[in-house]
């Protein structure tokens, strides 16, 4: 599963309980879970892949599952909804942009085959995003569907650990939610991320929870990073027209065979992705006609160079685990506005 399971089970004291952060209701209510009266079998934090269909297969065994998902919003404010990355930001959204990638190719084929199709054949942006995010929504709303289908009660909170059998949280209006089970299943996943050493990278990039929700075309790209989601994004952003380079520090795909790395580089490079091997950024600034000047270091040389572009890309290995604390604390009073 895509998503990271953890059976919170005989913890003991390691979950400590803040009385004085929590209004007296909550305390009543945390000590009659914690005297056997709860109100679930299984509690799943996290809508995710992993979340969801645990949540599902438990309810089809009979159990009273409830499945708690929040999605922080992106330093560029993007958020969406239950489905987890793959739905919302990962494996769906990429696979139908590389399709349209894809098409463009097979219509600068069309003419040798006999199509009379006029070059060059621009590409929209917008309609792709439109057409893709709709998409998305549409599996967002199955999503739920399923769930109330199989009668697993989906609360859009983000939860906090009261103690190993209680989780507390804020929905929509500032009514606070106290949610109790026998078991509780941590299935929150991961999240992009920034390199906040570099001046700039939180400001004024972007990352793959971003990329797929853009109204406007990012225009020339650079891309930070030689993961499999830096290559991916990468090509198919070639493959529809677009100017893009991949800024590789050390090696592409680290981790996979290096033969077969090599070949993936020398196929993207002949149809049009630029490289730049050996290379660090070091600074992003934002010039005054509103474009983005990146310096960088030649790690082979020592020598400094800038260039200019609409979007830098960041991606970076290893994605940040998007946990959730271990006590109420302050609970915080945001909601995703689906």
């Known amino acids: 599963m895509a998503a990271m399971a953890v059976a919170l089970r005989g913890l003991g004291g390691r979950f400590r309980w803040r009385t004085q952060a929590v209004a007296g209701g909550v305390r009543v209510a945390a000590r009659g879970a ?6 679930y079998d299984l509690l799943v934090i996290g809508g995710g892949s992993g979340g969801l269909a645990c949540a599902k297969e438990a309810a089809q065994l009979g159990r009273k599952v409830a ?5 922080e919003p992106s330093p560029r404010g993007t958020r969406w909804g239950l489905g987890g990355t793959c739905v ?3 494996c769906i959204p990429k696979k139908l942009m590389h399709q349209a990638a894809l098409l463009g190719g097979l219509i600068r084929d069309a003419p040798h085959y006999g199509w009379e199709v006029a070059q060059p054949v621009p590409h929209d942006w ?3 995003a ?13 999503h739920r569907v399923q769930l109330q289908d199989r009668k697993v009660k989906y609360f859009n909170i983000k939860a906090s650990f009261v103690d190993e059998h209680t989780v507390c949280g804020v929905a929509k209006g500032g009514k606070e939610i106290l949610l109790s089970a026998d078991h509780i299943i941590i299935a929150t996943g991961g999240r992009p991320r920034y390199p906040t050493h570099i001046e700039g990278a939180l400001e004024y990039g972007i990352t793959s929870d971003d ?7 990012p225009g020339k790209t650079l891309v930070v990073g030689a993961s499999y989601v830096a290559l991916e994004c ?3 952003l070639t493959g529809i027209g677009l ?8 090696i592409p795909l680290r981790g996979f065979d290096q033969q077969m790395s090599s070949m993936v580089i020398e196929h993207m490079a002949s149809h049009g992705t630029q490289f730049l091997r050996g290379c660090a950024p070091s600074r992003v600034r934002r010039l005054p006609d509103g474009h983005l000047q990146v310096t960088w270091e030649d790690r082979t040389t020592g020598k400094e160079d800038t260039g200019t572009f609409d979007t830098v890309l960041w991606a970076i290995a290893p994605r940040i685990s998007a946990c959730l604390p271990t006590t109420v604390g302050h609970a915080r009073k945001q909601r995703r506005d689906q």
């Open 88 to 90: 919302n930001v990962g």
């Open 126 to 128: 917008r309609k792709m």
């Open 130 to 142: 439109e057409a893709v995010q709709n998409h998305v929504k549409s599996l967002n709303w199955g």
């Open 67 to 71: 499945v708690v998902d929040y999605v």
């Open 243 to 250: 100017d893009a380079t991949v800024m590789i520090r050390s």
């Open 211 to 217: 990329i797929f929700w853009l109204k406007e075309s």
């Open 234 to 236: 990468a090509g198919f």
């Open 34 to 39: 914690a005297a056997g009266q709860r109100d």
